[in-house]
């Protein structure tokens, strides 16, 4: 590179989420496997609790959904993120790629754009492998009450260390998301 060039800014520091390509929104996933564990809400309160049990269709040791271009007919609760959804969600996990942009912070240092590394997820303790107790389908309702869990709703020790300030903005957390 010459001297006087300025290395370009990552996609993710300039496209606004509504304006990704589909595979520039889609490298925005970790691959963590947090918001696929199951979730309950509170009829009374509306609070969402995490368990450990991870949806039917995900790998709990590599993470990744085993049909993922079918995962919505399979379980018609799976939520697709979009920019629309992210904005209005209020239990993506608060290491997510989708939300931090959203809240306008910039990715953190193990994020696989940022290390070039998938195995940096789980070095920083975001993943979910070998963390969940198994499959939605193995549990009664019951069962799932005995399994949740404040862990995915937290930052691990480290993990945000070295997260760097993002160069602007975008919209301040939604009320319902712990900051």
Known sequence: MPHDATPQEPFWRTVPLARMTPEQWESLCDGCGRCCLVKLEDEDTGEIAYTDIGCRLL??????CTDYPNRQAQVPDCVRLTPEAVMTIGWLP????????????????????????PA???AAGISVSGRTAGSEDAFGLME?????????????????????AAPRSRRKPAPDRPA
């Open 59 to 64: 790998d709990g040791e590599t993470c990744r």
């Open 120 to 122: 940096t997820v789980t």
């Open 144 to 164: 799932l009450i005995a399994h949740v869990v404040s862990w995915p709703t937290r930052w691990p020790r480290g993990a945000k260390a070295r997260t760097a």
């Open 94 to 117: 608060p290491t997510c790629a989708y939300r931090l942009l959203d809240e306008g912070k910039d990715l953190p240092w193990w994020h696989p754009l940022v290390s070039g590394d």
